[in-house]
T-cell receptor
Framework: KAGVTQTPRYLIKTRGQQVTLSCSPISGHRSVSWYQQTPGQGLQFLFEYFSETQRNKGNFPGRFSGRQFSNSRSEMNVSTLELGDSALYLC?????????????????FGEGSRLTVL | GESVGLHLPTLSVQEGDNSIINCAYSNSASDYFIWYKQESGKGPQFIIDIRSNMDKRQGQRVTVLLNKTVKHLSLQIAATQPGDSAVYFCAETYSSASKIIFGSGTRLSIRP
């Protein structure tokens, strides 16, 4: 079973540009979450999508946006890049959220897209 | 590999000893807790979880302890091996939420 795939793995942009990152979840997973990871701030939640709907959003400016397609693939976009946006962007997929006995917290992470803003 | 975090607290443990990694969580409404392991250059990987109606759960070589009174979580790794070298994150969420919040992480270093 293929894991979570993120593209591109590495990219370099300059301030003011915009970037789009892609995430293909594990087959059958309908929930996709995005996180930003930096040495200073750790893993920060960006947003979560389920069946094409954004269900939750973290405390990031409007420059950060995302979407999910009908096949559960997801993209996130960062516009007007700033130096501080340099980070590892991680995508995670899961079956979804349940109050039952399922492992709701079992997120499966990709290896991330490392963005450097110059 | 790439560094996950440059300013993480580090726990150094002798190979074969037991490791205990501690975490304080923030939200008293959280009712589900998870430990993740992140190796260099990889995304975090699920280790074990525990619900708030439990205070202990065991897996293979790992045990998670939950103390809701003081909002404290710990991960115990038995007979620590070189492959356990990684950054460990605790995470929390609650049933009606659709997001998991991660703690700041602890780097586990194994001495031969």
């Amino acid at each position: 079973k293929a894991g979570v795939t993120q593209t591109p793995r590495y990219l370099i942009k300059t301030r003011g540009q915009q970037v789009t990152l892609s995430c293909s979840p594990i087959s059958g997973h309908r929930s996709v979450s995005w996180y930003q990871q930096t040495p200073g701030q750790g893993l920060q939640f960006l947003f979560e999508y389920f069946s094409e709907t954004q269900r939750n959003k973290g405390n990031f400016p409007g420059r950060f946006s995302g979407r999910q397609f009908s096949n559960s693939r997801s993209e996130m976009n960062v516009s007007t890049l700033e130096l501080g946006d340099s980070a590892l962007y991680l995508c995670a997929s899961s079956l979804g959220w349940s109050t039952g006995t399922g492992a709701v917290g079992e997120l499966f992470f990709g290896e991330g897209s490392r963005l450097t803003v110059l | 590999g790439e560094s996950v975090g440059l300013h993480l607290p580090t726990l150094s443990v002798q190979e074969g000893d037991n490791s205990i990694i501690n975490c304080a969580y923030s939200n008293s409404a959280s009712d589900y807790f998870i430990w993740y392991k992140q190796e260099s250059g990889k995304g975090p990987q699920f280790i074990i979880d525990i619900r708030s109606n439990m205070d202990k759960r065991q897996g293979q070589r790992v045990t998670v302890l939950l103390n809701k009174t003081v909002k404290h979580l710990s991960l115990q790794i038995a007979a620590t091996q070189p492959g356990d070298s990684a950054v460990y994150f605790c995470a929390e969420t609650y049933s009606s939420a659709s997001k998991i919040i991660f703690g700041s992480g602890t780097r586990l270093s194994i001495r031969p």
